[in-house]
């Protein structure tokens, strides 16, 4: 069973930049793609940026492509998230997920093809 744990959260300025992080533990992260998602209030929660499980192949929302960039280290079992240009409309909590099938060579966009999550954290940008 692997355990999803994110940080790096917090408040920003508009324009500013975070970095995000998720520390997975248990076995063979390096065959799983990763994702990272968002939930606003009142609105689904939805793909932000994905990620092979050899980084070779990356995935982003049209909304945040340019801005935001993943990226994985399989020695030490971490993704990360680097936003940069933040803005208001990008305030969510953020989650990181696994894929629920080894080996997939694609990444997938829907939250339903991930079974494995993070607790949440919590990304405000103030305008």
């Known amino acids: 069973q692997v355990q999803l744990v994110e940080s790096g959260g917090g408040l920003v300025q508009a324009g500013g930049s975070l970095r995000l992080s998720c520390a997975a533990s248990g076995r063979a992260f390096s065959s799983y793609a990763m994702g990272w998602f968002r939930q606003a209030p009142g609105k689904e929660r939805d793909l932000v940026a994905g990620?092979?499980?050899?980084?070779?192949?990356?995935s982003y929302a049209d909304s945040v492509k340019g801005r935001f960039t993943i990226s994985r280290d399989n020695v030490k079992q971490t993704m990360d998230l680097q936003m940069t240009s933040l803005k208001p409309e990008d305030t969510a909590v953020y989650y990181c997920?696994?894929?629920?099938?080894?080996?997939?060579?694609?990444?997938?966009?829907?939250?339903?093809?991930?079974?494995?999550w993070g607790q949440g954290t919590q990304v405000t940008v103030s305008s």
């Open positions: 997920a696994r894929d629920r099938q080894r080996f997939r060579g694609v990444v997938v966009t829907a939250g339903a093809e991930y079974d494995s």
């Open positions: 990620i092979s499980s050899s980084g070779g192949s990356t």
